[in-house]
């Protein structure tokens, strides 16, 4: 079992590399239009933003899973080329579709959004197409793990998009004078498209050889093991986006887009805690859903839940621990919302326990349990925002996902140990827990401290955990960072 932690590890290193990088040129999107925009103007961003992850899931059906499953099960490469061609093709069709939609019916979206005589909803819909077309590919280079020709395309997306979206907004060149204002959104989503059609064309050229292809048995058999997981990413993906449009409409109109963006700043500072999520999932997805003995699944399930729950309360910690740093990143229009971030960071790490509790049945095709799950969290996402909403603002959004994501921790854990009896050492995991809760209670009372003293105070309580965490584990820290530079 610990050469497989240590393979997972070096997996989720390698990913979680690329993904810092990308995430971290990202950030400097955050601060730069959060002081050349409005709040109201960063509210489109983040409106628009939320609105292309329901595409994305529902328009990639649960492939990506589908094909890691029967990829890994396939007997030989000329299977493996079909499962492939076929996943590829049934997204890509859906893609096509999805982007003729788009364009022909194209005003009467854009009045339902309430973004007339813009060009939003053409651009998205071409960023979407362009996303989900290479979902499959991006799949592939996981599976086979070329992990690096993974980070390289990525990262290059990244680039091309910041560098767009800086020349745009800051060179401001006057063939490109498409918008009616200078800090006009839409410049951001223009560069979005450029970033996507180019990712797209560099998947085709690594992942050349196999055309896509739709076998129909072989496409039945995939979709009806996905299709559970593509109604319950609906709904996870509602989960976890939904409160921007609950602000949106619930909130009075002229102050919703306002208090849209001030949300949609803070939920990026507390990205960290996602990203971490992302960059495991990229690694753990492909990793639990190969072949495993029963038992060895059972014991590497618990034994790397206690270390996501250690690592993501590290996590909490840091951020927590020097918020005030943390809100120089968004204009001063937009830190006033800063009293979100403990919530909203607890909930991204109770994400990814549920991440955690999900691959018990996605190994076992039972995939039916997802749609408990998340339809459980649905249903709280939707009666906490209509009643918090209204009355608190983005403060009831906030609440509202943090009671869902409680929610399906609690579904998922019962599921799991009902189902497929998991050892998980929740007194082990509690520790750290209520650990973490006394360091970020001691933090609070460093507040009225000189800066450098309050700096080194936490930076000591941070420690501390970290100390605790490696003695307590036994984890060999020596042996992990050279497992990470064995990786290619």
Known sequence: ????????????????????????????????????MTPAEYGVITDIYALIPF???????????????????AEG??????????????????????????LLFEDGISRALGYENTPYVWITGAIIFFDVAGAIPFARLRQEGRAMRYVVIRLLSVIINIGLCLWFYTAQPECFNIFPTATDPGYAFVANLVASGVTFVLLVLSCRG???????????????YSLPLLVSGIAGTANEFIDRQ???????????????GIYGAVVKIGVVMLLFTQMYRLAAE??????FKKDEFKNSSAEVMKFFVIVSLAIFLFITLFSDLFALIVGPDFREGMHLLPIILISNALSGVVLNLSFWYKQSGATKYAIWITGTGLVFTVVFNVLLVPSLGYLGAAVARLICECSMVIVSYRLCQRHSPTPYNLRRMLFYVLFAALLW?????????QPVAKYLTN????????LVAVRRERINVGGLVRSVLRRK
């Open 459 to 466: 930076s000591v309580l941070l420690v501390a955990f970290l």
């Open 286 to 291: 492909p990793f639990f859903l190969a072949e």
């Open 55 to 73: 595409a994305l899931v529902v328009l990639t059906m649960g492939m990506e899973s589908g094909y890691f499953r029967f990829a890994s099960k």
């Open 1 to 36: 079992m610990a050469a497989n932690l240590s393979k997972l590890a070096g997996q989720v290193a390698i990913y979680g590399i690329s993904s810092v990088v990308a995430r971290l040129l990202n950030y400097l999107l955050v601060p730069y239009y959060t002081r050349i």
């Open 210 to 224: 196999v055309a896509p292809k739709i076998e129909r048995k072989r496409l039945k058999t995939i979709f009806l």
């Open 441 to 449: 209670g001691l933090s609070l009372l460093t507040n009225e401290l």
């Open 77 to 102: 490469e000329v299977e493996r080329k079909s499962v492939y061609a076929t996943t590829w093709g049934a997204v890509l069709a859906a893609a096509t579709l999805f982007l003729c939609a788009t």
């Open 246 to 260: 609950m602000i949106k409409f619930l909130m009075p109109a002229e102050e919703s887009l306002a208090a849209l």
